[in-house]
């Protein structure tokens, strides 16, 4: 038997499995009953290893029921385990890694207590919605990035004079790096949000370079859509070609799907942080070596 021993969270079983075949690790399945007021027992199955454990458990939809189960899956591990590394591949609660308006809650500082709290060594997450999060760690944290997974995807598919556009400001070193990767150029555009209803728009005027050019949209998640709609929207209006959506985690809320393609989006590429019917990258590899 391995000395590694990989636990896998009901929210992330795919990478789960494939990082155990990668590192050559045991790996320990969870099966999940959800009792009718909402709480989750869990129940592994495997054996722990009491050496090296790793965990891997996304926080995507429902978050605390998902959360609470990798806070649970940590704890249990810690008792058997001396260390235990947590692969949180989608980070929620990570978008409040600040206090925008007056007595909103840092939910970030709130994770990074209870990580440690329940014995968590490292914690290693993929394309992180912002670093600034991770200043409320006190145990180790890494940060890696799926652009380059997402970038051999994008590389089969046969573009015109493809150009790289950020959504956002915010993303625009994200951007900035898929195109550097891909060896293309990149725009990024200027959004703005109304922090009390959430709603987008652009507010850039005019880009010319989009003319007649398939665009590849880059953003690090996808939620209600509104950002990649309204990006769209704009682009179209400026008579780019096809519009392409790379990003890594798709959490497609309700009918956001059905309304990014209503908006002109020919197709949606994401990775398996959120499993789904876009999720056609796979982060595995990623993760695996930074484990390593
Ligand atoms: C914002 O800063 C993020 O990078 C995403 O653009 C945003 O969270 C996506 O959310 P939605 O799909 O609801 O616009």
């Known amino acids: 038997m391995s000395s590694l021993s990989v636990i896998s969270g009901k929210t992330s079983e795919e990478i789960a499995r494939k990082l155990s075949k990668k590192i050559k690790a045991n790996l320990v399945k969870s099966s999940i009953k959800i009792f009718p007021d ?4 869990i129940t592994l199955s495997g054996k722990i290893s009491k050496k090296k454990s790793i965990i891997v458990q996304s926080i995507y939809p429902p978050v605390d029921s998902n959360l609470i189960q990798a806070l649970s899956l940590i704890s249990k591990t810690k008792e058997i385990s001396s260390e235990v590394i ?4 989608y980070m929620g609660y990570a978008r409040q890694d600040r206090e925008f308006l007056p007595g909103e809650i840092v939910t970030m500082k709130v994770l990074a ?6 014995g968590a060594s490292k914690i290693i997450t993929v394309d992180v919605h912002s ?9 180790k944290s890494k940060n890696v990035t799926a652009i380059p997974d997402l970038v051999k995807y994008f590389k089969k598919l046969s573009l015109k004079n493809p150009l790289v556009v950020s959504p956002d400001q915010g993303g625009k070193e994200r951007a900035r790096e898929f195109a550097r990767e891909f060896d293309l150029d990149f725009i990024a555009l200027h959004k703005k ?3 009390k209803t959430g709603k987008v728009k652009i507010i850039t005027k005019n880009v010319d370079e989009v003319n007649g050019r398939d665009l590849i949209l880059v953003d690090d998640m996808i939620s209600t859509g509104g950002s990649i709609i309204n990006a769209t929207q704009f682009l179209k209006k400026q008579k780019c070609k096809r519009v392409f959506v790379a990003c890594t985690h798709a959490l497609l809320m309700n009918d956001a799907e059905r309304k ?3 908006a002109g989006v020919t197709k949606i590429v994401s990775t398996n942080t959120i499993p789904g019917k876009t999720s056609l990258v796979d982060i595995s590899n990623t993760i695996a070596k930074a484990i390593k």
């Open 38 to 41: 909402g709480e989750s027992k």
């Open 86 to 89: 947590t692969v949180i591949p």
């Open 113 to 118: 207590k209870l990580f440690k709290s329940v």
């Open 131 to 139: 670093l600034i999060g991770f200043n409320y760690f006190t145990i």
């Open 193 to 195: 949000r109304d922090r």
């Open 260 to 262: 990014i393609r209503k």
